[in-house]
């Protein structure tokens, strides 16, 4: 059984950094990965970025060249570093563990998944 716990999520302006974070605990298997997906009002699940115990990471073209994710592999803890944030970052994000490293869509079912931290950013 997994535990994962988002935070850092708020309220900040266009242009601002965020970091959030994710403690996991429990089996999260050292050959799979761990990520960050959203989720914002009416639309589905999208995959952000994924990381590898080794360090290797997956991005979405929409982020990759905003934010980062980061892994402390000792606790288990994950990090997205957010920067120059836009209205359309709002969203719930959430954090997963054991999930594929190859891809970034959203597969019900598969990994295991934190409650979510809001996000708003306002213009």
């Known amino acids: 059984q997994v535990h994962l716990q988002e935070s850092g999520g708020g309220s900040v302006q266009a242009g601002d950094s965020l970091t959030l974070s994710c403690t996991g605990s429990?089996?999260?298997?050292?050959?799979?990965?761990m990520g960050w997906f959203r989720q914002a009002p009416g639309k589905e699940r999208e995959g952000l970025a994924t990381?590898?115990?080794?360090?290797?990471?997956l991005y979405a073209d929409s982020v990759k060249d905003r934010f980062t994710i980061s892994r402390q592999n000792s606790d288990n803890t994950l990090y997205l570093q957010m920067n120059s944030l836009t209205p359309g970052d709002t969203a719930v994000y959430y954090c997963?563990?054991?999930?594929?490293?190859?891809?970034?869509?959203?597969?019900?079912?598969?990994?295991?998944w934190g409650q979510g931290t809001q996000v708003t950013v306002s213009s």
């Open positions: 997963t563990a054991n999930y594929f490293c190859d891809r970034l869509t959203y597969s019900k079912g598969v990994g295991s």
């Open positions: 429990g089996d999260i298997y050292t050959n799979s990965c």
């Open positions: 990381i590898k115990d080794t360090g290797t990471t």
